[in-house]
């Protein structure tokens, strides 16, 4: 039944292509339009499958960032002068960052407000820390707000959520 269709429309083609160049390209586009609804349609019913695809290539995107940069810290850090305090400090650094890619990367695949909270704390202990390194205090009441802001945070999950 298929191949009888298919040849019949083939049989048809061929007699508009000898019969009128007009009425052919109406038959082309038309089809093109119907394949093109056709699509959209299939990708407006599976869109939970579209943003997963896109969400597992953002964590390989991130992961794979995470471990570049974990590999060239390494190489960095072994260079480094270790009798100074600012190595220990950007050890620390590094360290924060690559945490925060790893949770990151949780985050998006598991969905819970428990990687949040957690990725929130560790980028404000980087904020103190870079506070500590630099030595300015111009960054004091924004981190100290943040912090008020996570431990609101945190009560109310702990309070309404659990």
Avoid: N
Avoid at 67 to 86: K, P, V, Y
Wanted: proline share 1%.
């Amino acid at each position: 039944m298929r191949v009888a269709g298919s040849l019949c429309y083939i049989s048809k083609i061929i007699y508009l292509v000898i019969r009128d160049r007009k009425t052919l390209m109406r038959v082309a586009v038309s089809g093109l339009v119907r394949l093109l609804i056709k699509s959209i349609i299939f990708l407006i019913m599976d869109v939970p499958k579209l943003i997963r695809s896109a969400e597992l290539f953002l964590i390989s995107c991130i992961a794979l960032g995470t471990a570049l940069f974990f590999i060239f810290s390494i190489g960095t850090l072994m260079e480094m002068d270790w009798s100074q305090s600012d190595t220990f400090f950007f050890l620390i650094r590094r360290i924060l960052a690559l945490i925060i890619g790893i949770e990151l990367v949780r985050f998006i695949y598991t969905y819970k407000i428990e990687t949040l909270l957690e990725i929130i704390i560790f980028l404000l202990a980087r904020q103190l820390i870079l506070i500590e390194i630099e030595g300015t205090h111009e960054y004091l009441l924004p981190t100290v707000l943040s912090v008020s802001v996570l431990l609101g945070l945190h009560i109310a999950h702990k309070k309404f959520v659990k």
